[in-house]
């Protein structure tokens, strides 16, 4: 790869703090980046990244007052900004393992613990520039792969994302123009594998309440199933799949019925299953959600084993194979 030169990149900074702003555009700058537009308060962050299309995102998430990994997830959904796939780099003052975790499950391409050299700054913004991962879309995580051994995803699974950042650092002009038109492609492809995973989510959730094979069924959380049906039909809204939308409001309401324990049966999983597969089958014109019967089995299966094994009340919205290998 030709050497890199960031002076056209464009980069959006965000700190509450306005002596770690001066430190961080600092380092910025020695690194090379001219373009920098910076934000101290959440409101204005929140209006450039709206207004703007932003190829480097640099935020400071150790404020316990202001919600960044909820934003960046936004970000990732195509929510808050024209470009979701602008490289995000997380700074913290915060070591936390249990914090970084999270900065990193947020969708975010790295995070920069505080304080920091500008040599290893540029050292971890040129990785993201070589060696992007490819991203990878679950019922609640769209951003770069971070599985490996056993659990990585398949080529297959993996979308390729645009890389504006990266374009502009190597001066190709024929790979800029690439990246931007490639942008509304990318987004409708996640669009469409983050609805094809709520929709098993749900799936597997209610299968594994009635199915006999599993044994009796494990402590449910209807909260979970909720907020899994809400944002089933908030993303189909989004793309515009109106006739889905009223069937994913038909699915969100009988789903709600289960806060009362005496409507959580046999009959009622197996519709609460139907509905999410008919979700499904209205937005992607018929096609079925049962093409991925396999892969359900798979999953209901490795959560049979899981639960076998967990502490007797606990739930299976809580097992990680929820949301790793199913969604």
């Known amino acids: 790869m030709a050497e890199l030169d960031f002076q056209r990149a464009a980069v959006l900074l965000f700190d509450p703090v306005h002596v770690n702003i001066r430190t961080t555009r600092y380092a ?6 001219k373009s920098i537009e910076a934000c101290s308060t959440i409101e204005d962050f929140q209006r450039q990244l709206k207004e703007n299309s932003w190829d ?12 960044i990994f909820r934003l960046v997830r936004m970000i990732r959904r195509g929510e808050a900004t024209p470009n979701p796939y602008s490289v995000i780099a997380l700074t913290s003052w915060t070591r936390k393992g249990g914090h970084v975790r999270q900065a990193i499950e947020s969708g975010a391409d790295d995070v920069i613990v505080r304080p920091f050299s500008t040599q290893f700054a540029e050292d971890r913004i040129r990785t993201m520039v070589r060696d992007r991962k490819s991203f990878v879309v679950t019922s609640d995580y769209v951003g770069p792969d971070r599985r490996s051994g056993d659990r990585a995803a398949l080529d297959k ?3 390729a994302v645009p ?4 374009a502009k650092a190597v001066g190709d002009e024929e790979q800029l123009r690439e990246a931007y038109s ?17 929709a098993m989510r749900i799936v597997v959730s209610a299968e594994l309440q009635f199915d006999a094979k599993a044994g009796p069924p494990k402590a449910f959380d209807p909260a979970d199933m909720m907020k899994s049906a809400r944002e089933l039909r908030d993303q189909l809204e989004s793309v515009g799949q109106f006739q889905a939308v009223q069937v994913g409001e038909a699915l969100l309401d009988h789903v709600r019925n289960f806060r009362n324990p005496d409507e959580r049966t046999t009959k009622n999983f197996r519709l609460a299953k139907e509905m999410a597969i008919g979700v499904y ?13 396999d892969e359900i089995s798979k999953t209901v299966s490795a959560l049979r084993k899981r639960m076998s094994s967990e502490r007797p009340g606990s739930s299976v919205q809580d097992l990680p194979e929820l949301k790793a290998a199913s969604m």
């Open 28 to 33: 910025l700058n020695e690194i090379g980046f």
């Open 56 to 67: 480097l995102i640099v935020a400071e998430c150790s404020n316990p007052k202001i919600d």
């Open 157 to 159: 699974d993996c979308v």
């Open 163 to 166: 890389n504006t950042l990266s």
């Open 182 to 198: 490639a942008i509304s492609d990318a987004k409708k492809t996640i669009e469409a594998e983050r609805i094809r995973r709520l």
């Open 281 to 293: 089958a209205a937005y992607a014109d018929g096609r079925s959600i049962e093409k991925d019967k």
